[in-house]
């Protein structure tokens, strides 16, 4: 089992910057892949950015390239999701997940936390 518990959201003007933190207790944090996903009210939750184990590669939903940037830390059990030029239409409850490659899934889920951009 992995344990998963965000921070970092908050109420940011358009234009503003937030960085989103997770961190993960319980199996090897630095085996896992990493994702953070988002969902507005009313909507589908949503790929953001994914991060392989050792940060070498990463991949971004087409709305947030060039504005928001996932790292990871595998000595502090933690993932980040840096935001910048946010926008009102970021608005959202943000997840991070934790890949199991065994599953080739995302298994584990964190509470979310709440991102709003006013405009």
């Known amino acids: 089992q992995v344990q998963l518990v965000e921070s970092g959201g908050g109420l940011v003007q358009a234009g503003g910057s937030l960085r989103l933190s997770c961190v993960a207790s319980g199996r090897i944090f630095s085996r896992y892949a990493m994702g953070w996903f988002r969902q507005a009210p009313g909507k589908e939750r949503e790929f953001v950015a994914h991060?392989?184990?050792?940060?070498?590669?990463?991949y971004y939903t087409d709305s947030v390239k060039g504005r928001f940037t996932i790292s990871r830390d595998n000595a502090k059990n933690t993932v980040f999701l840096q935001m910048n030029s946010l926008k009102p239409e970021d608005t959202a409850v943000y997840y991070c997940?934790?890949?199991?490659?065994?599953?080739?899934?995302?298994?584990?889920w964190g509470q979310g936390t709440q991102v709003t951009v006013s405009s």
């Open positions: 997940a934790a890949w199991d490659l065994t599953t080739t899934s995302y298994d584990y």
């Open positions: 991060i392989v184990w050792s940060g070498g590669r990463t």
